[in-house]
T-cell receptor, first 115, second 115 residues
């Protein structure tokens, strides 16, 4: 079946540091890939997505590139801010068939950014 | 416009009791999903509705769980004979279509605690 594996956390960084959160997946065909973020006290919201190989999703300074050859979708940001402190989830939606867009999530990575 | 809403935000019940959790999706969204999120884990798929019908209920853990969407809008997740292991945050999401490329919009969740 489909699965998503995220790097184990939590991750603690100083403001302006470089961020990488690793995500790898297992799926047949060409899934769509997502990063969702959950800020303290808020619901899950989409951060970025990529729907085909070599696509780069980007938003709010975050980027992730869909790498079919390594089945990865690592999240990066060049300079994190305190306001980026949140839980980040990598997810996939399987292509076609009877998936109907249902999401398979990784376990989440807690990011804490200190001033 | 209004986002996805869920009620109640918190529900505490005793083992063996029956509970109902409600989800009000974004107006016009035809696809509705229920997920369950245990502490420290990513959300796990429970059931998907397209319109009024449950197109995929493969994630429901057992026959104590049931969900309906009688008019193709509001959905109710029903849990009979609750057990302590049912304690989790139950998330609802809606989407304008069933393509795996579509963003899903999440509600704030209902935190269920079974004593």
């Amino acid at each position: 079946g489909n699965s998503v594996t995220q790097m184990e956390g939590p991750v603690t960084l100083s403001e302006e540091a470089f961020l990488t959160i690793n995500c790898t997946y297992t799926a047949t065909g060409y899934p769509s890939l997502f990063w969702y973020v959950q800020y303290p006290g808020e619901g899950l919201q989409l951060l970025l997505k990529a729907t085909k190989a070599d696509d780069k999703g980007s938003n709010k300074g975050f980027e992730a590139t869909y790498r079919k050859e390594t089945t990865s979708f690592h999240l990066e940001k060049g300079s994190v801010q305190v306001s980026d402190s949140a839980v980040y989830f990598c997810a996939l939606s399987a292509a076609g068939g009877t998936s109907y867009g249902k999401l398979t999530f990784g376990q989440g990575t807690i990011l804490t950014v200190h001033p | 416009g209004a986002g996805v809403s869920q009620t109640p935000s918190n529900k505490v019940t005793e083992k063996g009791k029956y509970v109902e959790l409600r989800c009000d999706p974004i107006s016009g969204h035809t696809a509705l999903y229920w997920y369950r999120q245990s502490l420290g884990q990513g959300p796990e798929f429970l059931i998907y509705f397209q319109g009024t019908g449950a197109a995929d209920d493969s994630g429901l853990p057992n026959d104590r769980f049931f969900a309906v969407r009688p008019e193709g809008s509001v959905s109710t997740l029903k849990i009979q004979r609750t057990e302590r292991g049912d304690s989790a945050v139950y998330l609802c999401a809606s989407s304008p279509g069933t393509s795996g490329r579509n963003e899903q919009f999440f509600g704030p969740g209902t935190r269920l605690t079974v004593l």
